[in-house]
């Protein structure tokens, strides 16, 4: 399978202003973020992230990172830092009326953490720094099938997957959220551009391997899969063990993992086969 393209872009810290927020369906809320900053700001691939610095909940104070001299990130040496990783969406660029603008969706979850705290509050005026992307993984083409399997913290990802393959791509997804609620989250076109089982996690656990499972996968099928982790495992495994999937055919990430505080959703999930 032809390797998916890589591009690099100089690392920056945008300072940026929240302009408003609203429900986009699923649980999730999309916040809006503006400012000169994002002149330049560029998310070519389907999977690109930023990190999202947010003000210490306690005062309020945004603790800002910066670039040093040799391109890496310095967080300040006082203060609180929390950072959150997020797809950027809806990128507008700068034009003669308005500054640059994109938009972050964010899942409300029920035991909310700092991150999920900040979104419910924001206001318009709030600041906050956006980092990245470093660079971006473009999306595979000339590929005839791709399957997308998601929750919902993987749903802005799954959206960028769908507006930016190639017409002629087939695209299955299996997508899964708590309830029927989550079917909300995609506009009716992206859902006619795919052909979507939804899995409800209050039906049990266990779905989203059995459906993989039941999938008709040869070696022009590229697989992406996001979610949480321990539940990606037994997916990522009947890949690579049971239909002999290459690395180059598949990508498989933990966004997050239950017990476990801001996971590293660039270490492999399966320490049986670290890639």
């Known amino acids: 399978m032809q390797p998916r393209g890589v591009l690099h872009h100089p690392l920056a810290a945008r300072r940026v202003t929240v302009v408003g927020t609203r429900q986009v369906g699923g649980g ?5 973020l503006r400012g000169p900053e994002l002149d330049g700001f560029s998310a070519l ?5 930023i990190k999202l610095f947010l003000p ?42 308005g500054e640059a603008s994109i938009d972050i969706d964010c899942v409300l979850h029920k035991n909310p953490g700092p991150a999920t705290r900040w979104a419910a509050q924001a206001a318009p005026g709030q600041e906050v720094v956006v980092v990245g992307p470093r660079g971006s993984v473009l999306a595979p ?7 997308l399997i998601a929750d919902e913290t993987a749903l802005p990802a ?15 997804a299996i997508l899964q959220g708590e309830d029927e609620s989550v079917e ?10 795919a052909a979507i089982e939804w899995l409800y996690r209050e039906d049990g656990p266990g779905q989203v391997y059995e459906a993989v499972r039941s999938l008709t996968l040869d070696d ?10 321990t539940e990606l495992i037994p997916v990522r495994r009947h890949l690579r063990r049971e239909l002999g999937f290459e690395l180059d055919q598949m990508s498989v990430q933990g966004y997050w993992k239950r017990g476990v505080v801001n996971l590293d959703h660039h270490a492999p999930i399966d320490e049986s086969d670290p890639e």
């Open 184 to 193: 909300d989250y995609l506009t009716p076109n992206q859902h006619a551009r």
């Open 220 to 229: 022009s099928t590229y697989v992406w899969a996001a979610g949480e982790a």
């Open 45 to 49: 691939g389907p999977t690109d992230h």
């Open 56 to 97: 210490d909940p306690a005062t309020g104070v945004l603790h800002a990172p910066w670039i040093t001299d040799d391109g890496g990130l310095q967080r300040p040496d006082h203060g609180v830092s929390i950072s959150r990783d997020y797809t950027p969406l809806n990128h507008v660029p700068a034009t003669a009326n």
């Open 28 to 32: 999730l809320l999309r916040v809006t």
């Open 141 to 147: 083409t000339a590929t005839p099938h791709v399957v």
């Open 158 to 172: 799954v959206s960028r997957w769908l507006e930016l393959l190639d017409p002629e791509t087939r695209i299955t």
